[in-house]
């Protein structure tokens, strides 16, 4: 990761974009494991069917790990000052992530440069999963 020079961001700038590989039944179990967070709707296909769905699908939260990927492949984690999100739709098996943002402001405060960011994530037929902003200092 080279250094970023706030002098050298700009407006309408985009982000490098991080492609995921598709979502598995893996995925949703490691994610499981590493959050904590068990909730059968991801990882029990009779229990999400029971609930209506077609199958499990992503956790919300894996779809926003994914965006702070993409913002620390970009920027050291230290500089992030503000991350957040919210879920638009959901992320079902099979489904590539492709997380990607733009600078939309640049401006000082407090003694920090600071760089805001609009973020999103959505799959390969472009549909919108999450949306988000972020601030990083630079």
Partial sequence: MRKL???????GQML?????SPIS???LAL???ASGDHNPIHIDSDFARQAGMPDVFAHGMLSMAY?????????????LREFNSRFS??????????C?????????EGGEKLVKVE?????QFGEVKVLGEALVAL
Avoid at 67 to 79: F, H
Avoid at 89 to 98: E, P, R, S, T, W
Avoid at 100 to 108: C, F, H, L, P, Q
């Fill in 67 to 79: 965006l702070g990927r993409m913002l620390t492949d970009w920027v050291p984690q230290q500089c």
């Fill in 89 to 98: 739709a959901l992320a079902h098996l099979g489904n590539v992530l492709i």
């Fill in 119 to 123: 973020i999103q994530s959505t799959d």
């Fill in 100 to 108: 990607s943002g733009k600078v939309v402001a640049k401006y000082e």
């Fill in 5 to 11: 020079d706030y002098a050298n961001v700009a407006i």
């Fill in 31 to 33: 994610f499981a494991g």
């Fill in 25 to 27: 039944r893996t995925t």
């Fill in 16 to 20: 490098p974009e991080l492609k995921l």
